[in-house]
């Protein structure tokens, strides 16, 4: 089942109080088919849930008879459960009902703060997707005409929800990308299992996100500690081989044999590990010292040859 099926299901399960918001909800559903009334079908789905839920929803409210019917061709695919109003006569009284005339929205359904989040819960039912969080944030209602879209996203923003607009093969969207505003949304919707799991997500892909640039770092840092550390034994090798250790002040020598015999270590770790143990930077200082003695060898070596 995908995400977006969940709240799908998680949604055909609220239980709503007010006959208000009831209506409210089958008018956000009527109000965006594509197709009613002017064809009989009012939309299709690919959950039996929501399209049973729907059917169930508008008889109970205008007594009109709807039918359910599957394609058996199609099992599993989108569109496979098709809803329908077959009855002209009842069409055409739904139509008058809803106001599916009017060129915008009827406020008549929309008066009540409750009803409004009962309005855009009934248009994700049955227009409405929402992408697995764990690849990315994205919402969307599809929305039969550009001015509908543009009055349901004034209207979202009423309630704190930024709409934004687009087109996809002709035919307008209003989406959300932003995490907040899709966790603003299922709240307002009645989604709060869907919006916790959304949440729980987030965290888990932020402690991810933490652990990744901590790692990152600790790898940079190593990586930085190795180069450094080949640098400085091939100090000390060529200062070993040209004049030997002894060259080396006596504090220097102790520094360049650790060094040699543990070119893994950090500069602390062998700070620790000196017969008189120093800072640091101490460690840091000495080797700056080994290296420009290898440097004055290696320039000696140049002018003799």
């Given amino acids: 089942m995908t995400f977006s099926q969940e709240v799908k299901r998680e949604l055909c399960r609220l239980e709503t109080r007010r006959e208000c918001c009831a209506w409210a909800q089958l008018y956000g559903m009527v109000r965006f088919s594509r197709s009613f009334p002017a064809e009989k079908q009012v939309f299709a789905t690919e959950s039996q849930r929501v399209a049973e839920y729907f059917a169930q929803l508008a008889a109970g409210l205008t007594g009109a008879f709807l039918t359910v019917k599957a394609d058996p061709r199609r099992a599993g ?16 009284l739904l139509s008058e009902r809803f106001g599916l ?50 009055e349901a996203a004034l209207l979202g923003k009423g309630r704190g929800i930024q709409w934004k607009l687009s ?20 709240t307002l919707i009645g989604a709060t299992k869907a919006t916790l ?5 987030k965290i888990l892909k932020g402690m991810r996100n ?14 930085k500690t190795v180069g450094a550390s080949r640098g400085q034994v091939a100090d000390i090798a060529y200062i070993a081989e040209r004049c030997g250790l002894s060259y ?3 504090e220097l020598r102790e520094v360049a044999r650790l060094r040699l015999e543990n070119p893994e270590c950090s500069l602390r770790e062998l700070a620790g590990m000196l017969s008189q143990p120093i800072s640091r930077s101490g460690v840091n ?12 060898l290696r320039a000696q070596e140049e002018e003799t040859t």
């Fill in 197 to 201: 799991k959304l949440m729980d997500v």
């Fill in 77 to 92: 695919e989108q569109g496979r459960y098709a809803v329908l109003v077959e009855d002209a006569g009842q069409r055409a």
């Fill in 101 to 150: 005339g009017m060129p915008g929205l009827d406020p008549h359904f929309l008066e009540k703060d409750c009803c409004i989040a009962a309005f855009f819960r009934g248009i994700f039912l049955l227009y409405g997707s929402i992408v697995n969080p764990e690849r990315e944030y994205h919402l969307e209602l599809a929305a039969p005409g550009e001015f509908l879209a543009e």
């Fill in 248 to 250: 080396l002040d006596e």
């Fill in 285 to 296: 200082h000495r080797l700056k010292r080994i290296q420009q003695a290898a440097a004055a």
């Fill in 167 to 186: 087109k996809r093969k002709g035919s307008p969207i209003l989406y959300l990308k932003e995490s907040e505003q899709i966790e603003d949304f299922l």
């Fill in 210 to 223: 933490k652990v990744n640039r901590a790692t990152n770092c600790e790898t940079a840092n190593l990586d």
